[in-house]
C-alpha cells in the first residue's frame, strides 16, 4: 500500500516519492510552508517536521521584559521586604554572640585528625630541634632517660606525641602486624620489619594509619597496606 503525501494526503508512488522529515512527499508538494518553492534534499531547512527555504526558516526569537512603571515598583518592594527580612534576623541573633555547632560524627573524626596531625607535626619540630642541639648526649642511658633534655622539660599537651626514644608503647588500642618490610620517607613515618607489631594504631585517611611500633617505639603514619589487624 503506497504511503499518503505530507501535504496533499494522496497516496505517494514509488517513482515520485521523497522520504524527509519521517514523511513521504510527493516531488511537487515537497515545497517551502511559506513561500511554496520547490525544495530538494539539498536546499531545504526543517522546522516541526515541515520543510522551508532558507529565507523562511523560522528563527528563535527572545522576548525582553521591559522596566515597566509596575515592574519597577515590583521590584522596589521586593527589596524593601528583603531589607526588613534581613534586620528583623539581624535583631533576633543580637546579643547571642555565637552559635553551637553540633559534635557530630564528622566533625569528631575531623577533630581527631587534626590532633593526629598536630602530634605528627610537634614530633618532627622536636626532631629539628634536637638535630640543632649541640649539647652532647649523656654516656649512662640511664641518666639521660632520667635527665631530660631541655627540649623535654617543656610540659607536653594531653595526647601530645613525646620522643620515640623517650615513650613507652601503650598496651591498649588496636593491634596490627607489619606484613612487608618498609622504609620511612619523610620524618614523620615510621620504618617496619616484617612481623613488627604495631600499637594504638588509628586511620588517618585513605591508605594511612597512625600507630606505634612496638619493636623501636617510633609513633608516626605508616601505609596501611603494609600492615593487618591481629
Not at 122 to 147: G, I, T, W
Request: net charge positive; hydrophobic share 30%; glycine share 6%.
Amino acid at each position: 500500500m503506497n504511503p499518503p503525501c505530507g501535504r496533499c494526503k494522496k497516496p505517494v508512488y514509488p517513482t515520485e516519492k521523497i522520504n524527509c522529515l519521517d514523511k513521504y512527499w510527493h516531488k511537487g508538494c515537497f515545497s517551502c510552508e511559506v513561500c511554496k518553492m520547490a525544495l530538494s534534499m539539498t536546499n531545504y531547512k526543517g522546522f516541526e517536521k515541515k520543510p522551508y527555504c532558507s529565507m523562511h526558516y523560522p528563527k528563535t526569537s527572545f522576548t525582553i521584559v521591559t522596566d515597566t512603571p509596575e515592574n519597577l515598583r515590583l521590584k522596589q518592594q521586593t527589596m524593601l521586604n528583603s531589607q526588613a527580612l534581613y534586620k528583623e534576623e539581624f535583631e533576633k541573633n543580637k546579643g547571642k554572640g555565637f552559635s553551637v555547632v553540633v559534635d557530630t560524627p564528622e566533625l569528631q573524626r575531623l577533630k581527631k585528625t587534626q590532633d593526629q596531625i598536630s602530634n605528627i607535626k610537634y614530633h618532627e619540630e622536636f626532631e629539628k630541634s634536637k638535630v640543632r642541639s649541640d649539647a652532647p648526649l649523656p654516656e649512662n642511658r640511664q641518666d639521660y632517660e632520667e635527665q631530660p633534655s631541655s627540649v623535654e622539660k617543656f610540659s607536653h599537651p594531653a595526647g601530645q606525641l613525646r620522643p620515640a626514644a623517650a615513650v613507652a608503647p601503650s598496651s591498649g588500642g588496636k593491634r596490627y602486624q607489619a606484613m612487608y618490610s618498609y622504609t620511612a620517607a619523610e620524618a614523620d613515618e615510621v620504618s617496619l620489619r616484617e612481623g613488627d607489631v604495631i600499637l594504638d594504631v588509628e586511620p588517618i585517611d585513605d591508605g594511612w594509619v597512625f600507630g606505634c611500633n612496638q619493636r623501636t617505639g617510633q609513633r608516626g603514619m605508616l601505609p596501611a597496606n603494609y600492615v593487618r589487624p591481629v
